[in-house]
Structures are given as C-alpha cells and as structure tokens.
C-alpha cells in the first residue's frame, strides 16, 4: 500500500540534506516500533517540486511525497500518526493524504526512481558503494532483495533486479546522511519474478538503505 502526501508550501528553503527529518516524522508516527535498524519492508520519496536555490531547495507549490509498505498496517499506522501529529520539520506540514492500493503489475516492470538506489558492500576492512557503472550491482540488488522477500515470509525464487542501461541519462548522486557520504544512482530499474514479487518490490524499494529514503519506485 501506497499513501501520497501533500506538504504545506516552506516559507524558507530546506536543506539538501534533509532526509533524517523524514525518517524522524515517520518513525514518529509509527510511534514504539520494532521497524527502525532492522530491515526495512518499507520505501519513501524524495520530494517532489523542489528546486535548488543557495544551500537549499526552495518549493514554489506544495511538495509532493510518498510512502508505500508491503504491510498495509504500517501505513495505516503512519495515517493515524498523522492525524495526531502532521508536522515534520523546516514548515513542513502534512495537509492531504491520498490512499493508493496495490496496482497490478506483470512478471516484468520498469520502474523509474523516486529516490536514488544506494548499494553498499562490505569488502574486507572497507564499505564499497555500488553504482549502476559496476557490473556486479545487478547481483547485489537482487541479493537484498531475496533477503526482504524471505523476511516477509514470501517465495524469493526466479527474482530478478537490474538497472535499465539502456536508460540514456543515468547519474549518480553524493547525499550526505547525518554525516555519511552515501554515493547512490539515479537509475531506472527493471524488475523480473512473479507479479507478488514485483509488486512486493513496488512496495518496499530496491537496494540498501530503503528505510532512510534510498530506492523507492514510481
């Protein structure tokens, strides 16, 4: 399940690195949970109708932002929290939410990105960040992503992920999260396996990190 979310206009800019108050407006309204540090069966956004002015990003309309879940009680939980408590940070306010059920989708789906895909591997002593120039990326996206499906209790079997190369601007982006430089691509994806399994990865994003807003799917 699906929920979009229209903000109330900022009257100042937000800063780029922005994405720990999302995370803390979420785990917020979930109040007590066993989510946070574990992985995540959850994606959100990046949001949308900012444009960059200074330090920050300015947003002449409302911003736009979504968060999905494979577990149709976490959203509802987050829409109760909501009610009780809107705000989240820098003017940024909760006004309208919008409900979305699963769509139907097939055995194969490209997918845009609503946030960029970060992957990270620990290589020896160092943690590797793999972008959609390395050839093994493919494997790692697939890999996670047989680890949430066994998490959920869902057949993990035949799943496939891979970034659409065929794309004609992919790019990659440094996003700093309280203090960690993260080095993530923006990069349409091509999700193959049964229409759960694609749906399931609809739902909860791709990569690592989903639960701090990397990997979310349009």
Avoid at 51 to 59: A, D, N, Q, W, Y
Avoid at 64 to 81: D, L, Q, Y
Avoid at 103 to 114: D, Q, Y
Avoid at 170 to 181: A, D, E, F, M, V
Wanted: one cysteine or more; proline letters at 5%; charged letters at 20%.
């Amino acid at each position: 399940m699906r929920i979009h979310l229209s903000l109330s206009k900022p009257q100042k800019s937000i800063p780029f690195d922005h994405q720990p108050s999302l995370v803390g407006a979420i785990h917020k309204w979930l109040g007590e949970n066993e989510i946070h540090g574990r992985t995540s069966l959850h994606s959100f956004s990046s949001l949308v109708g900012g444009k960059k002015s200074g330090e920050g990003l300015i947003f002449p309309y409302s911003p736009k932002w979504f968060i999905s879940a494979h577990n149709n009680e976490v959203i509802k939980t987050i829409i109760r929290g909501i009610q009780i408590d809107p705000i989240i940070n820098f003017g940024l306010e909760v006004i309208e939410v919008v409900i979305q059920d699963n769509p139907i989708l097939g055995n194969m789906e490209k997918f845009s990105v609503a946030s960029p895909v970060f992957i990270k591997r620990r290589i020896g002593e160092s943690v590797k960040h793999f972008t959609f120039e390395d050839a093994d990326s493919d494997i790692h996206l697939t890999e996670t992503l047989i680890t949430k499906l066994n998490k959920a209790g869902l057949n993990s079997e035949n799943i496939e992920v891979c970034f659409d190369r065929s794309y004609s601007r992919p790019l990659t982006k440094l996003i700093n999260y309280n203090g960690i430089k993260n080095r993530a691509s923006i990069c349409p994806v091509i999700v193959r396996g049964s229409p759960e399994q694609v749906l399931f990865a609809w739902n909860v994003g791709v990569g690592n990190s989903t639960g701090i807003g990397f990997g979310a799917l349009n």
